[in-house]
Protein backbone atom coordinates (compact mmCIF):
# COMPACT_ATOMS: atom_id res chain seq x y z
CA UNK A 1 0.00 0.00 0.00
CA UNK A 2 1.58 3.11 -1.29
CA UNK A 3 0.47 6.55 1.08
CA UNK A 4 0.82 10.30 -0.35
CA UNK A 5 0.90 13.24 1.79
CA UNK A 6 1.37 16.54 0.13
CA UNK A 7 2.60 19.68 1.71
CA UNK A 8 3.94 23.31 1.14
CA UNK A 9 0.61 24.55 0.04
CA UNK A 10 -0.62 27.90 0.75
CA UNK A 11 -1.63 31.45 -0.29
CA UNK A 12 0.83 33.82 -2.33
CA UNK A 13 0.44 37.20 -4.70
CA UNK A 14 0.77 36.77 -8.17
CA UNK A 15 4.00 36.02 -9.21
CA UNK A 16 5.11 34.55 -6.11
CA UNK A 17 6.51 30.76 -6.11
CA UNK A 18 5.63 27.97 -4.03
CA UNK A 19 7.15 24.67 -3.23
CA UNK A 20 4.54 21.24 -3.11
CA UNK A 21 5.86 18.41 -1.85
CA UNK A 22 4.27 14.86 -1.62
CA UNK A 23 5.77 12.36 0.89
CA UNK A 24 5.46 8.22 -0.09
CA UNK A 25 5.18 5.85 2.10
CA UNK A 26 6.02 2.21 2.17
CA UNK A 27 7.84 3.22 -1.15
CA UNK A 28 9.58 -0.16 -2.16
CA UNK A 29 8.96 0.15 -6.35
CA UNK A 30 11.53 1.61 -7.95
CA UNK A 31 9.30 2.10 -10.84
CA UNK A 32 6.62 4.16 -10.12
CA UNK A 33 4.90 6.97 -12.43
CA UNK A 34 4.20 10.22 -10.57
CA UNK A 35 2.18 13.02 -11.36
CA UNK A 36 0.58 16.60 -10.08
CA UNK A 37 -3.07 17.10 -10.45
CA UNK A 38 -5.05 20.57 -9.38
CA UNK A 39 -8.66 20.61 -8.86
CA UNK A 40 -11.57 23.42 -8.26
CA UNK A 41 -15.13 23.66 -7.23
CA UNK A 42 -17.02 22.10 -10.40
CA UNK A 43 -14.20 20.67 -12.44
CA UNK A 44 -12.67 17.96 -13.62
CA UNK A 45 -9.38 17.09 -12.13
CA UNK A 46 -6.28 18.42 -13.92
CA UNK A 47 -3.23 17.17 -14.49
CA UNK A 48 -0.29 19.54 -14.50
CA UNK A 49 2.53 18.02 -14.48
CA UNK A 50 3.87 14.36 -14.82
CA UNK A 51 7.06 11.95 -14.16
CA UNK A 52 7.41 8.39 -15.25
CA UNK A 53 9.06 6.31 -13.63
CA UNK A 54 12.41 6.84 -16.13
CA UNK A 55 12.34 9.96 -15.59
CA UNK A 56 10.60 11.64 -18.43
CA UNK A 57 8.26 14.69 -17.72
CA UNK A 58 5.19 15.75 -19.50
CA UNK A 59 3.57 19.70 -18.67
CA UNK A 60 0.55 20.70 -19.44
CA UNK A 61 0.57 23.55 -21.89
CA UNK A 62 -0.69 26.35 -19.17
CA UNK A 63 2.11 25.85 -16.88
CA UNK A 64 5.38 25.30 -19.45
CA UNK A 65 8.42 27.34 -18.47
CA UNK A 66 6.81 27.91 -15.21
CA UNK A 67 6.57 25.10 -12.97
CA UNK A 68 8.88 22.15 -12.78
CA UNK A 69 8.19 18.63 -11.69
CA UNK A 70 11.12 16.28 -10.06
CA UNK A 71 11.62 13.43 -7.72
CA UNK A 72 14.06 11.99 -5.17
CA UNK A 73 13.70 8.10 -5.38
CA UNK A 74 15.92 7.62 -2.46
CA UNK A 75 14.02 10.13 -0.12
CA UNK A 76 10.46 8.70 -1.79
CA UNK A 77 10.04 12.17 -1.86
CA UNK A 78 8.06 14.45 -5.44
CA UNK A 79 8.07 18.28 -6.16
CA UNK A 80 6.66 20.62 -8.03
CA UNK A 81 8.25 24.02 -7.78
CA UNK A 82 5.83 26.70 -8.87
CA UNK A 83 6.85 30.39 -10.25
CA UNK A 84 5.23 33.36 -11.45
CA UNK A 85 1.62 31.78 -10.44
CA UNK A 86 -1.43 33.28 -11.51
CA UNK A 87 -4.56 33.23 -9.94
CA UNK A 88 -6.21 30.83 -12.28
CA UNK A 89 -3.44 28.11 -10.63
CA UNK A 90 -5.89 28.67 -7.52
CA UNK A 91 -6.41 24.69 -6.32
CA UNK A 92 -6.44 21.96 -4.31
CA UNK A 93 -3.09 19.99 -5.51
CA UNK A 94 -2.75 16.28 -5.93
CA UNK A 95 -0.02 14.15 -5.69
CA UNK A 96 -0.17 11.05 -7.54
CA UNK A 97 1.22 7.58 -8.82
CA UNK A 98 0.99 4.26 -10.15
CA UNK A 99 3.49 1.49 -10.50
CA UNK A 100 4.07 1.29 -13.84
CA UNK A 101 5.05 3.54 -16.78
CA UNK A 102 2.24 4.84 -18.77
CA UNK A 103 3.07 6.12 -22.23
CA UNK A 104 3.69 9.60 -22.08
CA UNK A 105 0.33 10.32 -23.49
CA UNK A 106 -1.15 9.50 -20.67
CA UNK A 107 1.35 10.77 -18.38
CA UNK A 108 -1.30 13.44 -16.78
CA UNK A 109 -4.61 10.96 -17.48
CA UNK A 110 -6.44 11.17 -13.82
CA UNK A 111 -7.32 7.69 -14.71
CA UNK A 112 -4.07 6.12 -14.82
CA UNK A 113 -2.82 7.10 -11.47
CA UNK A 114 -4.09 4.47 -8.61
CA UNK A 115 -2.81 6.01 -5.36
CA UNK A 116 -3.57 9.70 -4.28
CA UNK A 117 -2.38 11.69 -1.73
CA UNK A 118 -5.45 13.77 0.28
CA UNK A 119 -4.60 17.67 -1.29
CA UNK A 120 -2.67 21.09 -0.77
CA UNK A 121 -4.42 24.00 -1.27
CA UNK A 122 -2.89 26.73 -3.14
CA UNK A 123 -4.42 30.25 -3.39
CA UNK A 124 -3.09 32.91 -5.48
CA UNK A 125 -4.43 36.38 -5.03
CA UNK A 126 -4.59 39.16 -7.63
Known amino acids: QVQLVESGGGSVPAGGSLTLTCAAS????????MGWFRQTAGKEREGVAG???????KYTDSVKGRFTISKDNAKNMLYLQMNSLKPEDTAMYYC????????????????????WGQGTQVTVSS
Open 96 to 115: AAVSTRPGLAYALVAGVYRY
Open 26 to 33: LWKHPYYS
Open 51 to 57: ILSDGTT
